[in-house]
């Protein structure tokens, strides 16, 4: 699918920011370790989330969905191989192994290897690892994961703090009765929402610094349970609304973005933050100076943001750095910006931007989800259109995105 995007008049509006993807996946997938009814609200329309339910219901699990609020009817699952295709085109589907481990006492399964966004080779080593340590049998082949055994509960001491490794340690531990621990866990806002979910439903876990402690429970109760919202959406805009004259988003806990607000702020931008929304107001670009920043795990500056933030680079005056440390491969967006006269360039893993560039509407190619959303904003720049192809990817993690634009002057035509 391609769209056409271009800039008409910026208006400065206000967005109101969707729930969390990357929150909604493990909590739809930790939903099928639930005893009783689990109804979920603020669950985003995007493609993820939908594929996710059409899984479920290929495992023979009923759900609705309406109006952003999903309802789960878990059940007993008795079937032994998960290998609907789908699951290879979500990475997200990995959170499925480890609520199947977790809902029954046995493991006998085999599940299709998780796809996902082209980041380049993503290994879910850890995860086997993992899995292998609480005394589960693992076997692997090209196609599939075959599980079997019995898990007990240990502690787990990560060598990285993976964030889908530490939300499947959680998810396929739960319901051991007794102690689990995790240390070097991953603590992102989207693991902690998975843990307050998990504690809506009896369990009881303790979180401090990055050791978690998860208190199983056999019998999980019903919950509903407001997912929270989705940080890097909001960046997103933000940073739109920074690259033109500003923006308020609403529907958010700025405490769960102070990476990027710090960055901006220090970059000259005038932000007014309050409890449930954040205001960036108009600026002179002129007084904006560059930044220097490293994409890290929670609390460091987020990966998803990096691509978006090379282009706000494109359009600040001076010279900006980003240093990408959480994923090898994550810079499909470079030779795209650079199609459109963007001032950009990689040395190993780091990102140098001169800025102003003049950017030229092009022809360019998405790539994975925040690929798109990169280019998608660098098209904001100028009054002529620029194409761009496989828009798809941005459908995975953007609701409304058509909408969104059209508040703030931005075309956006499929
Ligand atoms: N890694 C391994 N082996 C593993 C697991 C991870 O080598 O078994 C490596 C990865 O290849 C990567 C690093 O460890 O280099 C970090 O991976 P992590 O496990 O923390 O990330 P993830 O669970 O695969 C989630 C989000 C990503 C987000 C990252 C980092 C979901 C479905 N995905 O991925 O979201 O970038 O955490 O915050 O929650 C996105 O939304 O665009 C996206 C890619």
Do not use: W
């Amino acid at each position: 699918m391609k769209a056409k995007v271009k800039l008409n008049i910026y208006q400065n509006a206000s967005i109101k920011i969707s729930g969390s993807k990357n929150s909604s996946l493990p909590i739809i997938a930790a939903a099928i370790l639930c005893d009783e009814t689990v109804v979920l609200h603020n669950i985003p329309e995007i493609s993820d989330v939908f594929l996710l339910i059409d899984i479920l219901k290929d495992m023979g699990i009923t759900s609705s969905f309406k109006n952003n609020t999903l309802i789960i009817y878990p059940n007993t699952i008795r079937r032994k191989r998960f290998h609907n295709k789908k699951i290879n085109k979500l990475r997200g589907s990995y959170y499925l192994i480890g609520a199947l481990i977790g809902k029954n006492d046995y493991s006998d399964f085999s599940f299709l290897h998780p796809g996902g966004c082209k980041l380049g080779i993503r290994p879910i080593n850890y995860h086997l690892n993992a899995f292998s340590n609480m005394g589960l049998n693992i076997k692997t082949n090209h196609e599939k994961i075959i599980i079997s055994g019995h898990k007990t509960n240990i502690t787990h001491n990560l060598i990285y703090p993976s964030v889908g490794t530490t939300i499947n340690i959680i998810l396929s531990s739960c319901k051991i009765v007794g102690k689990t621990i995790i240390h070097n866990a991953s603590i992102e806002p989207e693991v902690i929402d998975v843990c307050n979910f998990l504690k809506s439903m009896g369990i009881n876990i303790i979180i401090n610094n990055r050791t978690i402690t998860i208190f199983g429970s056999s019998f999980l109760h019903k919950t509903e349970y407001t997912i929270m919202e989705d940080r890097i959406e909001a960046g997103t805009f933000l940073i739109l609304g920074a690259i033109h004259n500003g923006i308020t988003i609403y529907n958010i806990h700025p405490q769960n973005i102070t990476y990027l607000t710090d960055v901006l702020h220090n970059c000259g931008y005038s932000l007014e933050i309050n409890d449930n929304d954040i205001t960036l107001h108009p600026h002179n670009k002129n007084d904006i100076k560059p930044f220097n920043i490293t994409l890290s795990p929670h609390p460091g500056f987020p990966t998803d943001l990096g691509p978006l933030m090379c282009v706000l680079a494109s359009q600040i005056k001076g010279t900006s750095y980003i240093l990408e440390t959480v994923f090898k491969d994550r810079f499909n967006h470079i030779s795209e910006l650079q199609k459109m006269n963007i001032d950009i360039s990689l040395n190993n893993n780091l990102i140098t931007i001169n800025g102003v560039s003049n950017v030229i509407n092009s022809t360019i190619k998405a790539s994975d989800l925040r690929c798109a959303a990169s280019l998608l904003l660098a098209s904001t720049i100028n009054h002529n259109y620029s194409i761009i192809d496989d828009i798809d990817y941005l459908f995975r993690g953007y609701e409304n995105i058509k909408e969104k634009l059209n508040s703030l002057g931005i075309e956006f035509i499929i």
